[in-house]
């Protein structure tokens, strides 16, 4: 049977990098294939040259035996190739239903027609519909695509790949992000399509564990030395110590949020989160997807506005401050998008996020750039093109480049594997020394290793904190809370 898909010789080099080497791919029609390997191992790269996001330094790519190396993704879509991202890809101002409609639509050619009113065409809002229940979203067409949870958005991505009838789906990390709650959702959704039989799927996992792939294919185009020594996660031991701020004689809090309630839109999304945060510490962040943790991070930064409540740090009310005058206070923050610039290189990045070019924020570059050696070895690449991990060290790099007492970090470990997570946890403990770090994350495993207290938000609530000894010796509070044992 002649493969669906298939490479030959596929490479890439950035410069003196090769991040994709003679890689010979086939794959056959109706099957289910995964891809695994470490953070760096070129994963991400072999996917955009697939789907042509990159074009390859050498090799071929064929679909249904033609040879579409030289074509765009828009020529591949067109063809029946989609493919989803790492960072999820919706209209966010559209509601559900509207986001699937507009994929129906262009696959079936009705497009440009601003005279023509869009209920002229109600098959279309029906097969709309007809894909948001094979995706289990029937019950949220109506809803702003922002305002769905980080599982729920994925599945949308599905509805509007399987909207545009693509033969083959290439899946980019589907799950990464989601609590252990959300993945068994987003699988049921992956193995229903499998089941249908006329889709061909490839899926991107850093880890294979899925448990809906019958193939697995390791892809180790490029390996560092360092990832030949996989190996499963060691807790780390820690001096854990409370180190308060001392301001005017008095111990107090470095960070006050006390009461905050935050709305997105209509929604209450924040209902009164309380909690401190010690000068000298880690404070984790622990809660299911949609709990609240990321609105709460984007309230103390002024992102999102408090209605009601007050944030204070070191003692002085920073609630009503525009996010500027809150970065130069002292605080700041890498976003679980990231936030870089894909276009600019790593030293351009470095640049544009320094507040002060002095000669304390070239010093706090140069630590911060002995923490992750990569950015150095990769000082003038641009930084779309860096691996998951790489680009999650330089985000963190351009928050701590500036004079930060605050360092609040938003899921560091989404979608890295095992050994890029344990160089970011001793990166962190490292930063720990010199700042306060507020963290938001999923792997309990890491955040409880390293984290000196935790808080658990719940429904926009905080519901419990403590001690992290205490969440590490309560297994019913973690499987209440987070789902694990």
Known sequence: MEPILETKGLTIAFGGHTAVNEVHFQMPSHHFKSIIGPNGAGKTTFFNLLSGQLKPTSGSVYFKGKDITKLSPTQRVNLGMGRSFQLTNVFPNLTVLENVRLAVQAQAGIRYNMF?????????????????????????????AKNLAHGEKRKLEIAMLLALKSEILLLDEPTAGMSLEEVPTILEVIHKIKQQGDKTIILIRTQNGYGVGSVVTRLWCYLMESFWRMVPWRT???????????????TMALLS?????????????????????????????????????????????????????????????????????????GIGYVPEDQGIFGDLTIEENMKVAMQKRDEASLERQEWILSLFPDLKTFWHKKAGFLSGGQKQMLSIARAYVNDIQLLLIDEPSKGLAPIMVEKLMQSILQMKKKTTVVLVEQNYMMASSIGDRFYIVDEGRVVRGGEMPEMKADADLRRKYLGIA
């Open 116 to 144: 023509s009113h869009f209920r002229k065409f109600s098959h279309l809002e029906e097969q709309a519909y007809e894909l948001l229940q094979t995706v289990l979203l029937n019950g949220k067409a109506q809803a702003l």
């Open 236 to 250: 780390l031991c820690v001096t854990k110590s409370c180190n308060r701020h001392t301001w005017e004689g008095c």
């Open 257 to 329: 949020v006390q009461n905050i309630h935050s709305y997105i839109e209509q929604y209450h999304i924040l209902q009164g989160v309380t909690f401190d945060v010690s000068e000298g510490e880690i404070t984790v962040l622990f809660g299911r997807n949609g709990a609240g943790k990321t609105t709460t991070l984007r309230s103390i930064m002024g992102m999102v506005p408090i209605r009601s409540g007050t944030i204070l740090y070191r003692g002085d009310s920073v609630g009503s401050l525009p996010t500027y005058a809150i970065s130069q206070k």
